[in-house]
Structure formats: structure tokens, C-alpha cells
């Protein structure tokens, strides 16, 4: 078959591969259908993630039809079923799987041991992500083998074009519980950094989940206009001061809910923490670029809470600790328990209330993929959100 591969540091290559196999009773194989290159996707392409190996399968946004199913999993699904895969790999079974903790998940980490030594205790395993978190092929690619099958889907209807369910692998559900995690009153302020793809599916969240006054930050025409057309007042941070216009915003108060909808590779340049930054991962005393956590810390709203979806992968520098813990501050982090959310999101596409694929501006083949990394990557001609026709 035909994959995405990466290979080095800004290397992807489609590459011929073996088909998947049945290798646990559990195990099912899926028929891609649509799949999609994600923001988190680029930690790997330029390598800023560690773990990454040559020959590794990328993706962990996929859909399509099933076509193989192991012994074990035959009372879940069955050949023909129309399923998404979430990105997180879940045997539904352990504690932490029991309490809807899906991205930590006790037993999926076939890694285990090194994610323990990296972060203390051991995460889910993921698809097409380092090897930190399994080492699993992904699913940027023609077939994908779905471990814990039984447990690791999503069953899907037809009638419904792929486009509107294939974000709820991950991006649709992780803006959702980024929102979600705000405890979002009617009288609040959400202020979101990010308008890629995760922070428009946080932006109409927000929206959806009744807040008073949603801000989006970004410096990205086409994304600030996205987020504009979704209901959020938009935020310039080339052109405007981001604290003194929230501030403006709020009337002195700062907002009550801060999203980082940016992660590890802040783009800011401007400002002397952010030059600081650069500075240090250079020179590898530094393995992320915080510049988000520090604006919100010291905007937001005292006894408000921060919002964490955006990826981090190791040790930051200068955090504001003090002002989060004078302000009263919460914060609330975490790769996303994407099954504990599907349901209900699943219901809200099929009823109207939103319809995810507004955010997708390229659709191209797995020949075509490797170029649109860099094109995604460098926001080139207009892309948000890249989605891949194997």
C-alpha cells in the first residue's frame, strides 16, 4: 500500500509499504477513506517531538470502512461497518479508561516504559505519533491496523459525506473539551490563542456552549477571518497589543477563560520572551515555546482558568508561576478523551448545530501529501486544514 512516511526532519515521503495484518485477536483493519495532516503533525516534521524513527506511518486523523475484523472484536464490528478512529488508542477496560480518562489510558501504550521515564507514569497509545506513545503506523495511508478495535472506534452513519465526521478523530472533540474544561458561564469572556484548525473547533464550542464574548488571537488573515465568521471577535497580535486590547475587551478585568490553542511552537517574534525562546531551543536548553502560557497568566482574569489543548512536549522556561498562584488561577491540561465527547458531537452534526468541515480549504491525494506538509506548515495559499483522499 501507499503511505506517508517520515524519514527525517521536514522529510515526508509517500511511500510503498506492506499492507497491514491482523497481529491480535483484537485488531481490526480499516479501508481508508479520508484522512487529514493535523497541526500536531508538524511537531514531527520539523522534529521538535523526540521519539521519531525513518519508516515511521504519520497521521492520526482517519476514517473509512472496516474490512478486516480479529476474533475478538467480532461482537463490536463487523465487516462494512463505517467507522473514525480517534487518535487515541483505548482498551475501554482499565481504571482510567472506566472513568472516561481515554488519553491515559493504562494498557495501549505498548511503550510504556519509556513514556514512565519521560512523564512518571505512562500514556494511551496513539496513532502515527513518536514512539513515546507506541510507535504505532498511522493512518496516513491507504489501511490502518486498529489495535483494541473493539474499543478504539467510532461507528459513524451513512448518508453523511466524510468531510463532517472526520474531525471527530481529534480536532472536533479536542476544541470541544477544551471548552468544555473552561466551565463556560454565560457572563464569561473566552479568549482563544490559535485560529488553526483546533482553535476554530474551540471558537464554535465556546459559542455553543454559551459564552458572553468569545476573542481569537492569531496574526493569519485567512484564519482570523474564519474565526470572525464563526462569532469571535478577532485579535491581530502583529498589529495590536493582545493584553491592552483584551483588557479594552473586558473593561479592565481580563477574560475569565484562556484557551492555548498554539502549543509548543509559538509563533510570536516581537517580543523580547519570545526572541528569548528561540534563543534557548537553539542552543537546546529549551525544549518549547511557551510565549502563550505566559501572556495568558498574566491576563487572565484572578480565580479564572486556563485551558491547555495545545500539544507541549518537554521542559518551558520562565513561567509566571507566581502570578498563577496568587491569581487563584486553574489550569487544566491533557490530551483529549476523544470517545468520552463523540457521542454527543456526533449528534450535534446530525441535528445542524455544526458542521465541522467548514474548516477544511485543501483536499488532495496521498501522492500529493508530502508537499502539502510544508504548504500547511508555511501557511501557504490560504491552508487551514489539509484532508487527503488515499
Not at 486523523?61 to 483505548?90: C, Q, Y
Not at 513514556?115 to 504505532?136: I, N, P
Not at 465526521?165 to 472536533?172: G, H, T, V, W
Not at 487563584?328 to 491533557?334: A, D, K, M, V, Y
Request: charged residues 25%; hydrophobic residues 35%.
Amino acid at each position: 500500500m501507499k503511505a506517508l512516511v517520515w524519514h527525517g526532519t521536514t522529510d515526508i515521503r509517500c511511500d510503498s509499504v506492506p499492507d497491514p495484518q491482523i497481529e491480535h485477536p483484537r485488531d481490526a483493519i480499516i479501508k481508508v477513506t479520508s484522512c487529514a495532516i493535523c497541526g500536531s503533525d508538524l511537531h514531527l516534521y520539523d522534529h521538535f517531538m523526540p521519539g521519531m524513527k525513518s519508516g515511521d506511518i504519520m497521521g492520526h486523523e482517519t476514517m473509512g470502512e472496516v474490512v478486516e475484523v480479529g476474533a475478538e472484536s467480532k461482537g463490536r464490528l463487523k465487516v462494512g461497518d463505517r467507522v473514525v478512529i480517534p487518535f487515541t488508542i483505548i482498551c475501554g477496560e482499565c481504571d482510567q479508561c472506566k472513568r472516561g480518562n481515554f488519553s491515559v489510558c493504562e494498557r495501549t501504550n505498548r511503550n510504556g516504559h519509556i513514556a514512565a521515564k519521560a512523564f512518571g507514569h505512562t500514556t494511551a497509545g496513539l496513532f502515527g505519533y513518536t514512539h513515546l506513545t507506541g510507535g504505532y503506523p498511522g493512518g496516513q495511508a491507504e489501511y490502518l491496523r486498529v489495535p483494541f478495535a473493539d474499543a478504539t472506534h467510532i461507528k459513524v452513519p451513512d448518508g453523511i459525506p466524510d468531510e463532517k465526521l472526520l474531525f471527530l478523530s481529534d480536532i472536533f472533540p479536542t476544541g470541544w473539551q477544551a471548552a468544555v474544561q473552561c466551565d463556560i458561564q454565560p457572563t464569561d469572556t473566552v479568549a482563544i490563542w490559535g485560529c488553526g484548525p483546533v482553535g476554530q473547533m474551540t471558537i464554535r464550542s465556546a459559542i455553543l456552549l454559551g459564552a458572553k464574548q468569545v476573542i481569537a488571537i492569531d496574526r493569519v488573515p485567512e484564519r482570523l477571518a474564519m474565526a470572525e465568521a464563526g462569532g469571535a471577535i478577532t485579535i491581530n497580535f502583529d498589529e495590536e497589543s493582545v493584553i491592552e486590547r483584551l483588557n479594552e475587551l473586558t473593561n479592565g478585568r481580563g477574560p475569565e477563560k484562556c484557551i492555548d490553542a498554539v502549543g509548543m511552537e509559538a509563533h510570536a517574534t516581537a517580543t523580547i520572551d519570545s526572541m528569548y525562546d528561540r534563543v534557548k531551543q537553539a542552543t537546546m536548553m529549551e525544549t518549547d515555546r511557551p510565549h502563550v502560557l505566559r501572556e495568558m497568566a498574566y491576563v487572565c482574569r484572578p480565580a479564572g482558568t486556563l485551558s491547555i489543548p495545545g500539544v507541549y512536549g518537554g521542559l518551558l522556561d520562565k513561567i509566571p508561576f507566581g502570578a498563577i498562584m496568587n491569581k487563584g488561577l486553574t489550569i487544566r491540561t491533557g490530551q483529549t478523551h476523544v470517545n468520552r465527547w463523540t457521542d454527543d458531537l456526533l449528534r450535534r452534526i446530525e441535528d445542524g448545530q455544526i458542521d465541522p468541515s467548514f474548516v477544511i480549504t485543501h483536499t488532495v491525494s496521498l501522492d500529493e501529501g508530502p508537499d502539502m506538509y510544508k504548504v500547511f506548515r508555511d501557511k501557504q495559499d490560504g491552508c487551514i486544514k489539509v484532508v487527503i483522499k488515499p
